[in-house]
């Protein structure tokens, strides 16, 4: 197996097991004293942490390194909570002025997140 398929299980089950254990990104972050970029470079498969930092991630989520490790096939759900959300979030990580938007993604519908979207757009052009 390729490194960048190990990265993709990887974060594949890190998003699913932070769901499960109803902690967010935030709250890793704070746990491993890491930065937002480095959890959220975990949780899109760009970057791997080394073991150490995976056995820390598994203590604090009670797990086997073998449920961050392995793919364990379907049975993990995706990050995000509705399937028309994914691509407008790649639109918001990928522009800055839309970012703060981004960790929202998860948990609302398309039409909201679209609603909020326009908001900012209308008050940035207010300068």
Known sequence: MS???Y??????????????????????CEYMNVSSATVSDW?????????D???????????????????KGNK???????DE?????EFLYANPEHKV??????KVKKDDILFVKEMIDRMSNKN
Do not use: H
Not at 7 to 28: D, G, H, P
Not at 54 to 71: G, P, V, Y
């Open 3 to 5: 490194e960048e398929e």
């Open 7 to 28: 990265k993709v299980i990887f974060s594949k089950n890190l998003r699913y097991y932070l769901e499960l254990a109803k902690k967010t990104q935030s709250e890793l």
């Open 43 to 51: 949780c899109n498969g760009k970057k791997m942490p080394r073991m």
């Open 53 to 71: 930092k995976i056995q820390a991630i598994c203590n604090w989520l009670r797990i086997e390194k073998s449920d961050l490790l392995e793919d």
């Open 76 to 82: 993990n759900s995706s990050y995000y909570l509705y």
């Open 85 to 89: 959300a994914k691509e407008l979030a």
């Open 101 to 106: 938007l981004f960790d929202a993604t998860r």
